[in-house]
């Protein structure tokens, strides 16, 4: 079992491996945002694309031939004396958290986004596409598995920063005893060409009044959380 790292630089998509990585640092999460960092010699070849003017850079981890990391380069600090140069990236959560509904994206009366009797994941998607449409907006998010949640009606505002809205959207509850609708993930592409947006279903069990366990007594009171 073994880590490959690599940086690619989106205006070209030119990848490139890194040599001898150190100091390697991933949290991988489902509910926060995805980070990741590592140091590399300041002669590595790959130093010549991170220091490249104005770039928009992904470091990407990949084990087993898995991509299981990718994220933006946030920061790139070289240090001559020790001879190496320091990345952190965040991931692509982290980069919706920063883009928001313009006021191209809303209707020019009510200056809203309108969603009618929707099914919450195509909202959802509709979100990101929304993004990636624009100018230079392409995150390289492609739709993967979103299955059907349950039908909303939404009205988003200008201004609406995009994952919160998806986050809230996922939280709602389908009824009174029901759990949140879906949690979300960026799945990074092994083809190291984006991600796929998929969704999945969480919930909670029923409350019983016939559970007997295993040890101990019956249960005497039970409380929904």
Not at 6 to 32: G, H, I, R, Y
Not at 77 to 82: F, L, S, T
Not at 114 to 134: E, G, H, P
Request: glycine letters at 8%; hydrophobic letters at 35%.
């Amino acid at each position: 079992m073994s880590w490959d790292f690599f940086v690619q630089d989106l205006s070209t998509a030119e990848t490139t491996q890194l040599v001898n990585p150190k100091a390697m640092q991933f949290n991988l999460s489902l509910a926060e945002t995805d980070t990741g960092a590592c140091e590399v010699s300041i002669h590595d070849p790959a130093v010549s694309v991170l220091f490249k003017d104005k770039p928009q850079i992904d470091l990407i981890g990949v084990r087993n031939d898995q991509v299981l990391f990718r994220g933006r380069i946030m920061t790139r600090r070289g240090d001559y004396q020790a001879d190496k140069v320091s990345i952190s990236a965040v991931g692509y959560k982290e980069m919706l958290n920063k883009k928001f509904l313009l006021v191209s994206d809303t209707d020019v009366v009510s200056k809203t986004k309108d969603y009618a009797d929707m099914d919450a994941s195509d909202i959802a998607w509709d979100l990101i596409n929304l993004v990636q449409t624009r100018v230079n907006g392409s995150l390289n998010i492609y739709r993967g598995n979103t299955p059907i949640t349950a039908n909303r009606d939404r009205e988003y505002p200008q201004g609406q920063v995009i994952a919160e809205a998806i986050n809230k959207l996922g939280a709602a509850q389908q009824d009174s005893s029901g759990g949140d609708i879906f949690e979300w993930y960026l799945e990074p592409r092994n083809t190291m060409d984006g991600f796929n947006f998929h969704t999945y279903a969480v919930g909670r069990g029923n409350l019983t009044s016939s559970y007997q366990p295993t040890y101990g007594g019956a249960i005497q009171e039970c409380t929904e959380v």
